[in-house]
């Protein structure tokens, strides 16, 4: 008998996100990549094969065999209520990449129906994986800045054009939209994450500024918390195609006694705090958080219940329904839109 979970990967259409859940999975020393499902059997093969495991076109019969106790979706945004709810219906836990789906309406879907059957429904947001986020959050909750009252932060990419991308990343029918969709519901996580905060008012412009697309590939979002906190974020395509780098992620923290600079390129983070001192941290270097977020994803399903800081499917729906509320507000001259408590 085999004691570490069985996981299968549904979907690949996340190319990189899908290769680097499968590595996560076959480095660890407490789970086993059992099968790769794709609706494409050339991409599904393509990954099956880099990882020795079996391609399947049956994903009812996936999801559902004994081998598999949880499942890693990677498919389309748009497959990802299909998907979910298959699990479901087998019994079987769930990793699904962001954003969780194209529509509110779906998303509910998804947490209902896994809140039904009794599993675990994880949501991948991994930038609470980085170690700096996970210090900066130890620091809040020691109270080292006070009340946090602003934000400013940016996690920008490559724009996705071919061939290294591939076409429905930029079809909003499969992916729900453009750069905003893509890259703010990182961002809106982590400040929901570190702050314990709802949004409470959304503000948002958007552009086609760089690349002819039939979505925007740049955006500015204002979020005003439920605790008085503001936050202006950039989750634009806008970081040049030659850059060393094919994204960033930084975030500037404002609270009442310091604050706090943290920089995932240069894996920094600077605290300024009236009761912890001051000074630049270089913390975790090196650290693969996408490795630490499959590996909390086991160790919650073998405890049987979520393990901080993993993400669940209510906070993948919250950050899409502020993500849908920002398109609400750029379509309609960035007027206000309120979100719920």
Known sequence: MNDRLGIALVGCAHRQHAWSYARAVTSSPNARLVGVYDSDPALGHSVADDFGVPYTDDLAGLVGSDDVRAVIICGMTSEHRRHVELAADAGTHVLCEKPVATTVEDARAMVTATENAGIQFHVAFVCRFLPQVRTLRAALAQGAFGQVIGARAGNRGVPPLPPRYPPWITTPELSGG?????HSVHLT?????????????????????????????????????????????????????????????????????????????????????????????????????????????????????????????????????????????????????????
Not at 178 to 182: C, N, P, Y
């Open 178 to 182: 453009g750069a905003l969709i893509d």
């Open 189 to 341: 996580d982590v400040l929901r994450h570190l702050t314990g905060q709802e949004v409470r008012r959304v503000n948002a412009v958007t552009g086609r500024l760089l690349h002819d697309l039939a979505v925007e590939d740049c955006a500015l979002v204002s979020l005003e918390f439920h605790g008085g906190a503001v936050a202006n974020i950039d989750p634009s395509w806008s970081v040049p195609a030659n850059n060393p780098w094919d994204y960033d992620f930084f975030l500037h923290l404002v609270g009442t006694d310091g604050g706090a600079d943290l920089d995932d390129i240069s894996e920094s983070l600077q605290l300024v705090s009236a009761t912890a001192g001051d000074g630049l941290r270089l913390v975790g270097f090196g650290e693969d958080p996408d490795a630490a977020m499959v590996e909390a994803f086991v160790s919650s399903v073998v405890a049987g219940r979520h393990l901080d800081p993993c993400a669940t499917g209510t906070d993948g729906l919250r950050a899409l329904e502020v993500a849908l509320a920002a398109y609400d507000s750029a379509a309609n001259g960035s007027r206000s839109v309120p979100l719920g408590a």
